[in-house]
Nanobody, 121 residues
Framework: QVQLVESGGGLVQLGGSLRLSCAAS????????MGWYRQTPGKQRDLVAA???????NYADSVKGRFTISRDNAENTVYLQMNSLKPEDTAVYYC???????????????WGQGTQVTVSS
């Protein structure tokens, strides 16, 4: 069993900051790419940012210069620092990770449960 547990969402005012965390636990052998997605009602889930084990990053154009993704490989954790938040950043944020299970050696994508981020104007 592998789980991704997210924390750090909440309500923030326009221009504020939040930091999301997502920790992988359970039968984790190794983790490849990790990322953050977001989804609003009636819309598809879109990539916000992704990071490789070596630290290479990729961002959606809408968050470049405002959001920073990072990871702690020793702690199996990925972070998303969100600055200069806008109302259009309001969404449920999901982390995901490409994980090899320690017992089965199978590799698959896991998702967190989602955390709500609301930016008020």
């Amino acid at each position: 069993q592998v789980q991704l547990v997210e924390s750090g969402g909440g309500l923030v005012q326009l221009g504020g900051s939040l930091r999301l965390s997502c920790a992988a636990s359970g039968r984790v052998r190794s983790i490849y790419d990790m990322g953050w997605y977001r989804q609003t009602p009636g819309k598809q889930r879109d990539l916000v940012a992704a990071i490789t084990p070596g630290g290479s990053t990729n961002y959606a154009d809408s968050v470049k210069g405002r959001f920073t993704i990072s990871r702690d490989n020793a702690e199996n954790t990925v972070y998303l620092q969100m600055n200069s938040l806008k109302p259009e950043d309001t969404a449920v944020y999901y982390c995901n990770a490409d994980i090899v299970n320690v017992f089965s050696s199978s590799r698959r994508i896991y998702w967190g449960q989602g955390t709500q981020v609301t930016v008020s104007s």
